[in-house]
């Protein structure tokens, strides 16, 4: 198993950045690939960015194509979002997760391990 923490998160105003972190603990040497999904109020938990842990190919949603950068730091077995150009649509609590070897990424079903979340609130 995998123990994930976020951290990070905040309340912004929209045009603002902020960066989130995940720190991973346990059966890292598991870890496939790593991604950020997001829960609004209200709404489906859904897919924001991804990344594979050895070779960093990365995968993002439509809607943050352009304004997010997902990547990770091997040596610190940490995973990061850069969220640049908030909007007010980005208000939702944020998950790191991590995925063993073959995952689809962009599918929620394929990790197995969770972090707690982190809020993120943009303000219009």
């Known amino acids: 198993q995998v123990q994930l923490v976020e951290s990070g998160g905040g309340l912004v105003q929209a045009g603002d950045s902020l960066r989130l972190s995940c720190a991973a603990s346990g059966r890292t040497f598991r870890i496939y690939a790593m991604g950020w999904f997001r829960q609004a109020p209200g709404k489906e938990r859904e897919f924001v960015a991804a990344?594979?842990?050895?070779?960093?190919?990365?995968f993002y949603t439509d809607s943050v194509k352009g304004r997010f950068t997902i990547s990770r730091d091997g040596a610190k077995n940490t995973l990061y979002l850069q969220m640049n150009s908030l909007k007010h649509e980005d208000t939702a609590v944020y998950y790191c997760?991590?995925?063993?070897?073959?995952?689809?990424?962009?599918?929620?079903?394929?990790?197995?391990?969770w972090g707690q979340g982190t809020q993120v609130t943009v303000s219009s």
């Open positions: 990344i594979t842990w050895s070779g960093g190919s990365t």
């Open positions: 997760a991590a995925a063993g070897y073959g995952a689809a990424v962009y599918y929620r079903g394929s990790y197995g391990d």
